[in-house]
T-cell receptor
């Protein structure tokens, strides 16, 4: 069983709308939880990194939240743009594991005009 | 600063052959990690190098190996290629290893095994 589960697998929204992507994880203990954006044919780009003690982290229109008690994280995208069309990947860094990251399967977001 | 570069970008090999992929990290970055991305398994950690030493290794067979040079450049090698090795191989670098350091990914090498 994957230790990082994301939902939904795919999502279509209209330009300008908001959306929220979910991530449930079982990795424990962990050092930090990350959200990456991956455009088709490119390497992932870091959006946010939260330590286990942080509850929220923002990067422009992207806001990530973390609830370590329920082992859930979410990524909220505000006022979506066409360029937000990409895969969004939730990543958990286990404690004391260097960069031995555990990846979720990703949510593929499509923003339509 | 130039980003992480990977060469080659595309590669086609046949079963049984071996392949070497190269990664040049961002200048000043000493940690290099390798990942495999496939449609079925998603992204999976292969190994991590820091100051020419392998710090961590993922759950991959011994056919997958790597090394890091004194200038932090890294190579990974896959011997006796199998069809299932077809994937996008991504390299990422960061300043030190682990923690909350941002990893910067390269564009990847797409390997196709026929």
């Amino acid at each position: 069983k994957n230790q990082v589960e994301q939902s939904p697998q795919s999502l279509i929204i209209l330009e300008g709308k908001n959306c929220t992507l979910q991530c449930n994880y079982t990795v424990s203990p962990f050092s930090n939880l990350r959200w990456y954006k991956q455009d088709t044919g490119r390497g992932p780009v870091s959006l946010t990194i939260m330590t286990f003690s942080e509850n929220t982290k923002s990067n422009g229109r992207y806001t990530a939240t973390l609830d370590a008690d329920t082992k859930q994280s979410s990524l909220h995208i505000t006022a979506s743009q066409l360029s937000d069309s990409a895969s969004y990947i939730c990543v958990v860094n286990p404690f004391n594991a260097g960069n031995m990251l555990t990846f979720g399967g990703g949510t593929r977001l499509m923003v339509k005009p | 600063k130039a980003g992480v570069t990977q060469t080659p970008r595309y590669l086609i090999k046949t079963r049984g052959q071996q392949v070497t992929l190269s990664c040049s990290p961002i200048s000043g970055h000493r940690s290099v990690s390798w990942y495999q991305q496939t449609p079925g398994q998603g992204l999976q950690f292969l190994f991590e190098y820091f100051s020419e030493t392998q710090r961590n290794k993922g759950n991959f067979p011994g056919r997958f190996s790597g090394r890091q040079f004194s200038n932090s450049r890294s190579e990974m090698n896959v011997s006796t290629l199998e069809l299932g090795d077809s994937a996008l191989y991504l390299c990422a670098s960061s300043v030190p290893a682990g923690g909350t350091d941002t990893q910067y990914f390269g564009p990847g090498t797409r390997l196709t095994v026929l």
